[in-house]
């Protein structure tokens, strides 16, 4: 992993110096040349990341890897750490990873379990999305995202539609229980990204999953630069 992040800082190098070479942003003071890179260098960070966690996505990677930074990012930190933890402990079969300031949250058989070629969730799973909404509903200043996904059975084109409908089960599920729908994005990944192999049926019982980028909307951001400030 070091020797990852010493490649992504390099790069993140390079692009400052051609950045703050441009002419058209001399004219930007230090401020908003800062937070520009910042972004910059979140999302490169994000980028590299994503594809060296095992099973996420480059996207989800760069999602999470895009950050606020400062003392801001410290306090939105310090609140995704809280609401990890609250997840854990209402829901312990799921894995929570920290990345960056924000969530990656996989929902695998043992919470969110889809048959062969269905994107219907199980009473099981309908019970473990119910232990999620509290604590989604105590940070309603998240934003997130659901990826699904596939084994690798069957027809990639159908399995890309299969895992949308995953997510979007998924979605439609936690908007009935009173969560609002414009946080939410569904992805689609098919049978991208799997965590076990699809040479066994329990492996690819791991890969029919839905993963969550859970990330500060706005109104956090603006919230923990007030509160930094």
Same mark, same amino acid.
């Given at each position: 992993m070091k020797k990852i992040i010493v490649i992504a800082l390099i790069i993140i190098l390079a692009v400052s110096t051609v %950045?703050? $070479?441009?002419? $058209?942003?001399?004219?930007?003071?230090?401020?908003? !040349? @800062?937070?520009? *890179? =910042?972004?910059?260098?979140?999302?490169? &960070?994000g980028g590299?990341?994503?594809?060296?966690?095992? =099973?996420?996505?480059?996207? #989800? @990677?760069?999602? *999470?890897? @895009?950050?606020?930074?400062g003392v801001a990012g410290?306090?939105?930190g310090n609140k995704m750490d809280k609401q990890a933890r609250e997840i854990e +402990?209402? *829901?312990?079969?799921?894995q929570v990873e920290r990345i960056g300031e924000g969530i990656r949250l996989v929902l695998g058989? /043992?919470?969110? !379990? %889809?048959d +062969? /070629?269905?994107? +219907? *969730?199980?009473s099981a799973a309908k019970a473990n999305l119910d232990k999620l909404v509290p604590v989604f509903k105590?940070?309603?200043? +998240?934003?997130?995202?659901?990826? @699904?996904y596939t084994d690798i059975t069957g027809k990639a084109d159908f399995n890309l539609k299969l895992s949308e409908q995953r997510a979007i089960a998924v979605e439609k599920? &936690?908007? $009935?229980?009173? &969560?609002? #729908? $414009? !946080? %939410?994005?569904m992805v689609g990944m098919g049978i991208a990204d799997p965590i076990a192999t699809n040479d066994t049926p329990e492996g690819r019982s791991q890969n029919r999953r839905v993963e969550f980028a859970i990330t500060a909307n706005e109104k956090m951001i603006e919230d923990a630069k007030k509160e930094g400030n």
């Open positions: %950045f703050t $070479s441009c002419e $058209s942003v001399k004219n930007t003071n230090k401020t908003q !040349r @800062g937070a520009a *890179l =910042g972004a910059i260098a979140g999302a490169v &960070l590299v990341i994503g594809n060296n966690v095992k =099973g996420m996505n480059t996207e #989800m @990677g760069a999602v *999470l890897g @895009g950050v606020v930074g410290g306090v939105i +402990t209402a *829901l312990p079969g799921a058989e /043992n919470a969110v !379990r %889809f +062969t /070629n269905k994107s +219907t *969730l199980t105590s940070y309603a200043d +998240t934003d997130m995202i659901i990826y @699904g599920y &936690l908007e $009935s229980k009173g &969560l609002n #729908m $414009s !946080r %939410f994005k």
